[in-house]
C-alpha cells in the first residue's frame, strides 16, 4: 500500500482499534494509523483478512499490530467487556476507536425487508457498536484525549428509497454518536462522524454492480480525515463529517 498522507508522527504513542480492519476503509485507516506512529488493534470477522492487514503494516516497518478476530453479529456483551479488559492489561489505556464496521443488508423496499435481514443487520451496525463503546468507556477515560469515530453514510443523513435497514442504522449510529458526546461533553473523550462517501470497496460494489470502481475515490484517499480526526490537533466533538467534498 503506498503512502496515503504526509509522513508525520502525529498518532505517536496512541493505541487505536480498527474494526473491520481487514478490508476497504477499515483496511487503510489501520494502515494510516500504523504509518502515523500508532499501535493498531486489527478487529474483524475474517483472521485471513487481519492477517494481510497486519503483513503489510509489519512489513512498512510500523509498529506491530495487535489482531481481535470477531465477528459482530454474534458477539455478546460478555465478549466486549473481555476484549475492553484485555486491552486495559496488554495497552494500560484506549485512545482511538474507529467503529468502521458495518453490513449492508439488502437493497429493496422496505414493505419486503425480511426481519430476519434486519435484525443482523441492526446488530452489526448498531447494537454490536453501543455494546463495544459502553465496554470500552473506562479504557477510553484512562487516556488522555481519547477520539471515537463512528462511520456514517449519505442515507444516514438523508432516507433514500430500497436502502432499507442499512440506511436506518446509519441514523441511529449519527444518533448514538450525538448522545454519547453530549452526556461526555464535559469530558476529554470526543465523538464523531465520517461519511466516507462513494469508495472503491466490496461494499460499493455490491451495492452498485454496474458501476466502474475506476470512477470513484480509493479508501486511501480519504486518510486525512481519518488521520486528522484521531489526532490531539481535532477537538471538536459531536461533528458529522464528509471525507468527500459533496
Ligand atoms: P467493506 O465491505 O470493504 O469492508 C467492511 C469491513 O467490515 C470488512 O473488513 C468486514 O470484514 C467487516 N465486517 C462486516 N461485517 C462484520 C461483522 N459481522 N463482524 C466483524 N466485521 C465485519 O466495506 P467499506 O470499506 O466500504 O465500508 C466501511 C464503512 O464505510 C462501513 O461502515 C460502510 O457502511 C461505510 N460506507 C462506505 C461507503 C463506500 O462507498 N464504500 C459509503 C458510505 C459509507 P470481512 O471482510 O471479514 O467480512
Not at 476503509?25 to 504509518?35: D, E, L, N, R, T
Amino acid at each position: 500500500m503506498q503512502d496515503i498522507v504526509n509522513e508525520t508522527n502525529c498518532l505517536e504513542g496512541k493505541v487505536i482499534l480498527v474494526t473491520g480492519a481487514g478490508a476497504g476503509i477499515g483496511k487503510a485507516a489501520a494502515f494510516a494509523y500504523a504509518q502515523h506512529g500508532a499501535e493498531v488493534i486489527l478487529l474483524g470477522k475474517t483472521t485471513k483478512k487481519l492477517e494481510q492487514t497486519y503483513d503489510e503494516i509489519e512489513k512498512a516497518g510500523y509498529k506491530q499490530p495487535a489482531i481481535i478476530p470477531l465477528d459482530l453479529k454474534g458477539a455478546t456483551e460478555q465478549n466486549y467487556i473481555d476484549m475492553a479488559n484485555t486491552i486495559i492489561s496488554q495497552f494500560g489505556r484506549l485512545d482511538g476507536l474507529l467503529h468502521n464496521a458495518s453490513a449492508l443488508g439488502g437493497i429493496m423496499p422496505i414493505d419486503q425487508y425480511p426481519l430476519d435481514m434486519w435484525n443482523e443487520v441492526m446488530q452489526v451496525n448498531v447494537t454490536s457498536q453501543f455494546m463495544m463503546t459502553k465496554a470500552l468507556i473506562p479504557a477510553l477515560k484512562l487516556a488522555e484525549k481519547p477520539s471515537v469515530i463512528f462511520t456514517s453514510s449519505s442515507v444516514g443523513r438523508k432516507g433514500r428509497a430500497y436502502w432499507g435497514a442499512y440506511s436506518v442504522s446509519k441514523f441511529a449510529t449519527e444518533g448514538m454518536m450525538q448522545v454519547f458526546a453530549d452526556e461526555f461533553e464535559f469530558h476529554p473523550i470526543k465523538f464523531n462522524s465520517i461519511n466516507p462517501g462513494a469508495t472503491a470497496t466490496r461494499m460499493r460494489a455490491k451495492a452498485y454492480p454496474a458501476e466502474d470502481p475506476n470512477t470513484l475515490k480509493q479508501p486511501a484517499d480519504l486518510m486525512p480525515l481519518y488521520v486528522q480526526l484521531m489526532s490531539d490537533v481535532y477537538t471538536k466533538t459531536t461533528q458529522a463529517l464528509d471525507a468527500q467534498p459533496k
